[in-house]
């Protein structure tokens, strides 16, 4: 099967998967409520009502009711027509004072979501006499308040196994990222020795495990958020395949396979530089890298038998790398916003560049600590060169994508700091142009000293720090993002 078209066949299975599950993933939030926030109903209460942004599922009792007195009440009957107004019915006496109200919900995506507000509840209209005379406070009355704070402090089900599954997520991002990121540096920019493309194998290999290990963690902790904190659900195969028959499980199944099939496809073989089509010479006339030289210096060869990643007997690991890439469609906000095609376009474009940018600069820090190691610091240089044609490319798919999914997900600029997902986005921009700046910096600066002449050794030292430095700062990106999948946007 050629390269082409093993990605053409892995491409169109997983966009059908999307297609089938994106009208079912959601992120949940509390519209408004009957009793409203903040109001005030006389007594007797029997309903609360509760309308959600998108259709959910209750989990556990889906709605608790903390009373007056501090006592705990569950709904006897929780019922709704059409999944998103839900109406819990309490057949025990409410009784009067500051009534709070939890919810726990959880929508297509499998990720819970958990709420908590609150609302007075007068006395009956016959004893708003007997009320109204003041009382000396009690003991009855401290436990009350205390009961309530503890209410509405309380920890979701399942809130260890949600981070348990957020640190899987974040290993699995930065596996994925990393390896799909360093085959395409192997295969588009890395000229060398065969030893260093089996060393760019090696660590695309590793990154490959590590994404199936991140993977396998977020499974374990998503199925025991999916039985709402109960730990026995990972002894229980049907817990595993009602988590896998969810969107999310969809999207973590992929990632286990592969990761798996990253670690198991990658070859070691490697084709002479020179033959075949050198996708950054091409790009090279179109892309300004501010070095002189042009085409000439980045089509260098950097040994006097350059080899490249022979990319006909690495088939398999680009269709891994293409399931991985689609993946995180699957996943998170972006799933859930917008057209469902343009949406699962935009986020393919931002992980695409993302992994090309991240990745190639984390391969790019390996290979030169590689050939410092050696003692063969010379070209390094070039090859930086030849990598920022390509990261200048992708730089601009992770901006553009980047902002359209913002724009899709978030309701106004405002969010970016109202809200705890949109400060997360701050986090992540923030961090990005730290990197970018750093990029820049190389790429304008850094490397037109050295292949000018002038003091080569202090700006090769100056180049392996800020790539080092790129390269961590741009990991952090990752874990940012991994928390941004499961982090509710309002």
Avoid at 381 to 408: D, K, N, Y
């Amino acid at each position: 099967m050629s390269l082409i078209r093993a990605l053409a066949v892995s491409a169109g299975v997983v966009l059908i998967l999307f297609m089938s599950t994106a009208t079912a993933l959601a992120h949940v939030d509390l519209d408004h409520s009957t009793p409203a926030l903040g109001s005030t109903v006389d007594a007797p209460l029997r309903t609360v009502q509760l309308v959600f942004t998108e259709p959910a599922a209750p989990v556990e009792t889906g709605v608790e009711l903390l009373d007056g007195s501090g006592s705990v009440h569950v709904p006897v009957r929780l019922k709704s027509i059409d999944g998103t107004m839900w109406e819990a019915e309490f057949d025990s006496p409410i009784d009067p004072g500051t009534v709070a109200v939890r919810w726990t919900m959880r929508a297509g995506d499998a990720h819970p979501r958990s709420g908590t507000f609150t609302f007075e509840l007068a006395p009956a209209a016959l004893d708003h006499a007997a009320s109204s005379s003041p009382s000396a406070p009690d003991d009855s009355t401290a436990d009350a308040g205390e009961a309530l704070v503890t209410f509405l402090d309380a920890a979701a089900p399942g809130r260890g196994a949600a981070r348990l599954a957020t640190v899987g997520r974040a290993l699995a991002m930065v596996g994925a990222v990393l390896g799909v990121g360093g085959l395409a540096f192997a295969a588009l920019v890395l000229r060398g020795e065969p030893n260093e493309v089996r060393r760019a194998v090696f660590w695309i290999r590793r990154f490959g495990v590590i994404t199936a290990v991140g993977a396998g963690v977020e499974l374990l902790g998503q199925t025991v958020v999916d039985a709402s904190g109960n730990w026995i659900a990972i002894m229980d195969p049907f817990a595993f395949a009602g988590t896998l028959a969810t969107g999310v499980g969809l999207a973590i199944a992929i990632r286990l396979v592969g990761g798996m099939a990253l670690t198991a496809t990658s070859r070691l073989t490697s084709a002479t530089a020179s033959s075949g089509p050198d996708v950054v010479a091409m790009l090279a006339d179109r892309v300004p890298t501010s070095v002189s030289g042009g085409v000439a210096t980045v089509t260098k060869i950097q040994a006097p038998h350059a080899v490249r990643l022979d990319g006909s007997d690495s088939v398999w690991a680009f269709v891994a790398a293409t399931g991985l890439v689609l993946s995180f469609a699957l996943d998170g906000h972006t799933a859930t916003a917008g057209h469902p095609l343009v949406t699962m376009v935009a986020n393919t474009a931002h992980v695409v560049g993302a992994s090309i940018w991240a990745g190639g600069v984390v391969m790019l820090a390996l290979i030169a600590a590689y050939r410092h190691r050696r003692g063969v610091e010379p070209d390094v240089p070039v090859l930086a060169v030849r990598f920022s044609v390509v990261a200048s490319v992708a730089v601009v798919a992770v901006g553009a994508a980047g902002l359209l999914l913002t724009w899709t997900i978030l309701d106004g600029v405002t969010e970016l700091w109202t809200t705890g997902w949109g400060r997360l986005v701050s986090l992540k921009l923030g961090i990005v142009a730290l990197a970018g700046w750093l990029g820049y910096h190389n790429h304008h600066t850094v490397i037109p000293r050295y292949l000018s002449g002038e003091d080569r050794p202090a700006a090769y030292a100056a180049l392996k720090r800020s790539v080092t430095l790129e390269a961590v700062i741009l990991t952090a990106v990752i874990v940012v993002t991994a928390l941004l999948v499961a982090a509710s946007s309002s």
